[in-house]
């Protein structure tokens, strides 16, 4: 190749140049305490936060962004996601998607979903299986290449669970179609090779679903679950309603419950006492009345919606650690997977959860759970710039959320605020 013509395409090739960007912010909060600081500078450089404070100089070549009248806080992150899957409700069943849709078409999926969310101010987002053959991995490291934009993924891989994956009554001649989506581990051996297997090909966590049946894990095969991810530096979330099946998780040493929609008092003390993060999934009763019910607790939405909101009302009395986790799966007309997930926070203001510890459980909580504390979850020095921005303030009304302006994702302006 031609010289000139060589440099040209490099410098067309080469990522843009990495900007410094400071960031006047008349409202910072931090979601770890429930405070707020007025007037401060926070300087992004490389993608981090270089610094914060009052008094902070602005850099020379820093590229400016007013957000002096505005709310800034860190990113929002969601712990429980499916950004590569979406039922239309009363269409088809879930398991209609595994066989009419490929992994690519999934991952395409992933890539308008994941924007949608982005754009609303979710910077973070652990996806919890339902991805078809591995596709959040490909999402994730096409995002990471930035060929396109996307939040920051964590991905479990195909969902672990005891034979049938969480298909109910199917015929035994169709066979186990499920499999694209799950792997079928019936003994603490066969949950071993499971987890071995989604490590291999890029699970950033471990997702097992425990009772989609009257058989579910013992105590000691969530226990082998739980030390396999552990030593392999990785998360145990599992999928679990209540009842027995539950205690095993807890006791078993699971990370997070994950729903937990049928958790007595009894068990969240447990998870207290134990540390088990609750995912609840705090489905709002419009949402559930729009799921096929793939079993009988699904089946009455005002019966299920009022138990959800009783259970993370006690939950909250008890201390239990939340992570905000939506598992938003439906599309309704007119309607955006972000604006979707916004309608939990009603579900948390009615159980009686401050606007502070809404936040918590959408940022610090997160960060925790994902174990990614100290990257991403608050604004200080050192962490990645994954900043976003309101005209009003969430500590005061949590809808305020709805209304995110601004979205910075590792130091990258992805929304400017008009
Ligand atoms: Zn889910």
């Given at each position: 190749m031609h010289r000139k013509l060589m440099v040209a395409f490099?410098?067309?090739?080469?990522?843009?140049?990495?900007?410094?960007v400071a960031i006047r912010a008349g409202s910072l909060i931090d979601p770890a305490k429930g405070t707020v600081s007025k007037d401060q500078v926070i300087v992004v450089k490389d993608g981090k936060i270089a610094a914060v404070g009052a008094s902070v100089a602005i850099p020379k070549d820093a590229q400016v962004v007013d957000l002096s009248k505005e709310w800034v806080m860190p990113g929002l992150m969601d712990a429980h996601t499916h950004v590569t899957f979406e039922e239309i409700p009363g269409k088809a069943p879930f398991e209609a998607m595994y066989l009419k849709e490929s992994t690519a078409y999934r991952a395409l999926q992933g890539v308008h979903i994941g924007q949608v969310l982005l754009n609303a101010g979710?910077?973070?987002?652990?996806?919890?299986?339902?991805?078809?053959?591995?596709?959040?991995?490909?999402?994730?490291?096409?995002?990471?290449?930035?060929?396109?934009?996307?939040?920051?993924?964590?991905?479990?891989?195909?969902?672990?669970?005891?034979?049938?994956?969480?298909?109910?009554?199917?015929?035994?001649?169709?066979?186990?179609?499920?499999?694209?989506?799950?792997?079928?581990?019936?003994?603490?051996?066969?949950?071993?090779?499971?987890?071995?297997?989604?490590?291999?090909?890029?699970?950033?966590?471990?997702?097992?679903?425990?009772?989609?049946?009257?058989?579910?894990?013992?105590?000691?095969?969530?226990?082998?679950?739980?030390?396999?991810?552990?030593?392999?530096?990785?998360?145990?979330?599992?999928?679990?309603?209540?009842?027995?099946?539950?205690?095993?998780?807890?006791?078993?040493?699971?990370?997070?419950?994950?729903?937990?929609?049928?958790?007595?008092?009894?068990?969240?003390?447990?998870?207290?006492?134990?540390?088990?993060?609750?995912?609840?999934?705090?489905?709002?009763?419009?949402?559930?009345?729009?799921?096929?019910?793939?079993?009988?607790?699904?089946?009455?939405?005002?019966?299920?919606?009022?138990?959800?909101?009783?259970?993370?009302?006690?939950?909250?009395?008890?201390?239990?650690?939340?992570?905000?986790?939506?598992?938003?799966?439906?599309?309704?007309?007119?309607?955006?997977?972000?604006?979707?997930?916004?309608?939990?926070?009603?579900?948390?203001?009615a159980a009686g959860v401050s606007n502070a510890n809404i936040l918590k459980a959408m940022t610090t909580n997160c960060a925790d759970l994902l174990r990614i504390s100290k990257e991403r979850g608050a604004i200080a020095e050192g962490q990645y710039g994954d900043i976003i921005a309101m005209p009003g303030n969430p500590l005061e009304e949590i809808e305020s959320l709805r209304k995110v302006n601004f979205v910075m994702k590792n130091g990258k302006i992805v929304r400017e605020a008009k």
């Open positions: 490099l410098l067309c090739a080469a990522p843009a140049m990495a900007q410094t979710f910077t973070t987002m652990r996806d919890v299986g339902n991805e078809a053959d591995y596709a959040c991995e490909d999402l994730r490291k096409a995002i990471h290449q930035g060929w396109v934009d996307g939040p920051t993924l964590q991905c479990s891989g195909k969902i672990i669970g005891p034979f049938g994956g969480q298909s109910k009554g199917m015929p035994e001649e169709v066979g186990g179609f499920w499999l694209h989506e799950y792997i079928d581990a019936d003994t603490a051996d066969e949950i071993r090779k499971a987890i071995h297997q989604n490590i291999y090909y890029g699970a950033d966590l471990i997702k097992l679903a425990t009772d989609n049946s009257d058989y579910f894990y013992t105590e000691d095969e969530i226990r082998a679950a739980a030390d396999e991810a552990h030593n392999a530096g990785r998360a145990l979330a599992v999928h679990v309603y209540g009842g027995k099946a539950a205690d095993n998780v807890i006791r078993g040493g699971a990370d997070s419950v994950e729903h937990g929609f049928t958790l007595t008092e009894e068990q969240l003390k447990l998870m207290k006492e134990k540390g088990t993060y609750l995912v609840g999934t705090d489905f709002p009763e419009a949402h559930l009345a729009g799921l096929n019910p793939s079993n009988d607790t699904l089946a009455d939405a005002k019966k299920l919606g009022d138990q959800i909101i009783a259970r993370l009302n006690v939950a909250n009395k008890v201390g239990v650690k939340m992570a905000f986790g939506s598992d938003t799966v439906t599309s309704m007309p007119g309607r955006t997977r972000a604006d979707m997930v916004f309608d939990y926070l009603a579900v948390w203001k």
